[in-house]
């Protein structure tokens, strides 16, 4: 009898215990099937996440009780909670240009040490003597000048703004500016890392905003009560993002530079943006709560009509939440939109709309201006940093990555205080990793094809690795998602050679794997606008799998590398139910760095302590050249301070 043959015959047995299996053999790939499961489900979440505008409060008074509470979830978010220590600015002016009747400083200054942001300051020749003036944080869009940064491509503005009573300091991004960063990390750059972190350089660009109206608080001519904030495309997100942060702002004319969820996932408007446009929801926000965070300040929200990564779709709807918002609060006045005709950048008509507003709300002049029509200052004359030999050697700009987010230092347990330990980090995961988990995940649901529906809309699969044996338990193949079944087979099924082997595919892997490209990575990045991951949906694929399973009596989890990570988290919140009996991880990474990827774990803990965490209860077996690796010394710490040293292995 050969091996397909002997499997066939114990299909009986399997389908008594409750629970189905596809055929045993080779995954089938088919992305279109895994694409249009993917697809039905993003879609899913957003109409639901959708509802959800200002946390679904309808009055004013709701509306201030939560609005503390929804702007520290923001800076979270952001990875900015706790805030970054205010160190000093050590703000440098390099050069100053005369232009006409405006003054021109190129200068710099460190939002964190190392963390340089080159910026030109535009302000009047001539200030009266004592006068306090408006000014403008300028954030830079999209805009590659090279060394120059993108604050020469917008210099025009920040003259207008001089030659019109205004300080006006014109920002360099991260990424354009003189002293080159990265926005595209999991867009193509494959560091996926930035969500366990809970990294997104829209953290870097909010924060080196607000160090910059620090610095223009700073100016003796500067009004510090009269600030204002604009910039388009990713100058507009930042734009969002600084004034939901910093109410010192007071007035903001955000341009095309933000959408909402229906458009950036349902219509996969994602793709056409860098990581800088995003903050990881983790609270489940309908997007344009955000903005809400600014009411009732004037609020000008500036778009143009035929504007392909902004459309229109998305902008009535903003503007039409925003109109709700204000209203609610009493100042229906304070927010107005401008639409323009055309694509994607600066016309005269919309330029003008935008100087109008901030002479209306911060000088108090509805007079009619004119547009900017100003020749061209040559970039390299614009400057904070002339020539290559100028940038300092203790910039980080090029790995803030690295530094912005601080990872978590966890502190071992000692045998009196493991229980308060644990229970103290288990609350974290569930608050700020694993938050889109229910507190009971239900079991998987049977389809008329024999796989399993683990939430709505996401269905795995399980497949039989070998015979059905005896009737005490399983063992559970958890598999990445190229893993290959007869390879799975060849691993375990000599070390398990008595026992029931069963492959589990969560979602996107096996026949329902989706298609992925780099870039954009479409769906790996609309999870996380959405609060979540990949792997931790393969988490609550594993634990419903399981549930279901409980009835098969003790339950082994086993996978190699991120897969056998994201067993021991199904582990750590299983039901108890699924009578789990040992964890084995063949080759475990030794950092989240290397996956699985959760949104912010690596500010609970790491890998070596999340497996700690499986003590007292569970056996824990790591398996090859990994499992030596020093760092699993902590784990090994945290099982004897637990009392259970016996029940970590190495091998």
Same mark, same amino acid.
């Given at each position: 009898m050969n091996r397909r043959q002997w499997l066939c015959s114990t299909a009986g047995a399997w389908m008594s215990c409750g629970v189905?299996?596809?055929?045993?053999?080779?995954?089938?790939d088919t992305p279109p099937r895994g694409d249009a499961m993917i697809r039905h489900y993003l879609a899913a979440e957003t109409k639901r996440l959708s509802a959800r505008f200002m946390d679904g409060v309808t009055t004013k008074p709701a509306w201030?009780?939560?609005?503390?509470?929804?702007?520290?979830? =923001?800076?979270?978010?952001?990875?900015?909670?706790?805030?970054?220590?205010?160190?000093?600015?050590?703000?440098?002016?390099?050069?100053?240009?005369?232009?006409?009747?405006?003054?021109?400083?190129?200068?710099?200054?460190? *939002?964190?040490?190392?963390?340089?942001?080159?910026?030109?300051?535009?302000?009047?020749?001539?200030?009266?003597?004592?006068?306090?003036?408006?000014?403008?944080?300028?954030?830079?869009?999209?805009?590659?000048?090279?060394r120059d940064g993108n604050k020469t491509a917008f210099q025009d503005h920040g003259r207008w703004f001089a030659s019109h009573g205004y300080v006006c300091l014109v920002v360099d991004t991260l990424q354009l500016g003189e002293i080159a960063g990265i926005h595209h990390g999991t867009y193509r750059e494959g560091r996926w890392w930035w969500h366990s972190r809970g990294y997104t350089p829209a953290g870097v660009e909010c924060w080196n905003g607000i160090r910059g109206i620090d610095y223009l608080s700073s100016l003796p001519y500067v009004d510090a009560e009269k600030i204002g904030v604009t910039g388009i495309s990713g100058g507009g997100a930042t734009t969002n993002w600084i004034i939901a942060?910093?109410?010192?702002?007071?007035?903001?004319?955000?341009?095309?530079?933000?959408?909402?969820?229906?458009?950036?996932?349902?219509?996969?408007?994602?793709?056409?943006?860098?990581?800088?446009?995003?903050?990881?929801?983790?609270?489940?926000?309908?997007?344009?709560?955000?903005?809400?965070? =600014?009411?009732?300040?004037?609020?000008?929200f500036a778009n143009s009509d035929n504007d392909k990564i902004f459309p229109m779709s998305g902008n009535k709807r903003i503007i039409e939440r925003l109109r709700k918002c204000y209203d609610m609060l009493g100042a229906k006045d304070n927010v107005d939109?401008?639409?323009?005709?055309?694509?994607?950048?600066?016309?005269?008509?919309?330029?003008?709309?935008?100087?109008?507003?901030?002479?209306?709300?911060?000088?108090?002049?509805?007079?009619a201006v004119k547009d900017a029509k100003f020749d061209k200052i040559e970039g390299k004359e614009l400057r904070a940093f002339p020539e290559d030999t100028d940038i300092p050697k203790d910039t980080i700009n090029a790995k803030a990555d690295e530094t912005f987010v601080p990872v978590a230092q966890v502190e071992l347990?000692?045998?009196?205080?493991?229980?308060?330990?644990?229970?103290?980090?288990?609350?974290?995961?569930?608050?700020?990793?694993?938050?889109?988990?229910?507190?009971?995940?239900?079991?998987? *649901?049977?389809?008329?094809?024999?796989?399993?529906?683990?939430?709505?809309?996401?269905?795995?699969?399980? %497949?039989?690795?070998?015979?059905?044996?005896?009737?005490?338990?399983?063992?559970?193949?958890?598999?990445?998602?190229?893993?290959?079944?007869?390879?799975?087979?060849?691993?375990?099924?000599?070390?398990?050679?008595?026992?029931?082997?069963?492959?589990?595919?969560?979602?996107?892997?096996?026949?329902?794997?989706?298609?992925?490209?780099?870039?954009?990575?479409?769906?790996?990045?609309?999870?996380?606008?959405?609060? %979540?991951?990949?792997?931790?949906?393969?988490?609550?694929?594993?634990?419903?799998?399981?549930?279901?399973?409980?009835?098969?009596?003790?339950?082994?989890?086993?996978?190699?590398?991120p897969a056998g990570i994201i067993a021991a988290y199904a582990a750590l919140v299983m039901p108890e139910a699924a009578r789990l009996s040992e964890i084995v991880i063949l080759d475990p990474p030794t950092s989240h760095r290397d996956g699985p990827h959760f949104l912010n774990v690596m500010r609970v803990l790491d890998i070596p302590e999340a497996l700690g965490l499986l003590a007292p209860a569970v056996k824990l077996t790591l398996v090859g050249q990994n499992a030596q690796h020093k760092a699993f010394d902590r784990t090994a710490a945290i099982y004897e301070a637990a009392g259970k040293k016996a029940l970590f292995h190495r091998e």
């Open positions: 189905w299996s596809l055929p045993w053999g080779k995954a089938q201030e009780k939560v609005r503390p509470r929804l702007k520290q979830e =923001f800076l979270f978010m952001l990875g900015l909670d706790p805030l970054p220590e205010k160190t000093p600015l050590q703000a440098t002016v390099t050069g100053t240009l005369e232009v006409g009747d405006v003054v021109v400083d190129k200068l710099h200054y460190q *939002s964190r040490p190392g963390l340089y942001v080159t910026a030109n300051l535009w302000r009047p020749a001539t200030l009266p003597q004592g006068a306090k003036l408006p000014a403008i944080l300028y954030v830079c869009g999209h805009s590659s000048r090279g942060a910093d109410d010192r702002v007071k007035v903001a004319v955000p341009v095309s530079g933000v959408s909402d969820l229906e458009c950036y996932v349902t219509d996969q408007v994602i793709n056409g943006h860098c990581d800088c446009m995003f903050f990881h929801n983790l609270y489940q926000w309908e997007w344009t709560t955000a903005l809400a965070l =600014f009411a009732p300040k004037p609020l000008l939109e401008h639409v323009s005709k055309g694509g994607h950048d600066y016309r005269e008509d919309l330029r003008v709309a935008i100087f109008q507003f901030f002479h209306k709300h911060l000088k108090g002049d509805k007079a347990p000692t045998e009196k205080n493991f229980k308060e330990w644990k229970a103290g980090l288990l609350k974290q995961l569930r608050e700020k990793v694993f938050r889109t988990l229910p507190e009971k995940v239900p079991e998987a *649901s049977r389809t008329e094809l024999g796989e399993y529906e683990t939430e709505p809309g996401i269905v795995c699969s399980l %497949q039989r690795l070998g015979p059905v044996r005896g009737k005490t338990g399983a063992t559970y193949v958890v598999l990445n998602p190229d893993e290959n079944t007869d390879d799975a087979w060849k691993v375990w099924e000599a070390r398990y050679a008595n026992d029931s082997i069963y492959g589990l595919f969560p979602r996107g892997g096996g026949p329902h794997k989706w298609t992925r490209k780099n870039p954009p990575n479409t769906v790996e990045r609309s999870l996380v606008l959405l609060g %979540q991951t990949v792997d931790s949906g393969r988490v609550r694929d594993v634990i419903a799998l399981m549930t279901r399973a409980a009835n098969l009596g003790p339950v082994r989890l086993v996978g190699t590398g």
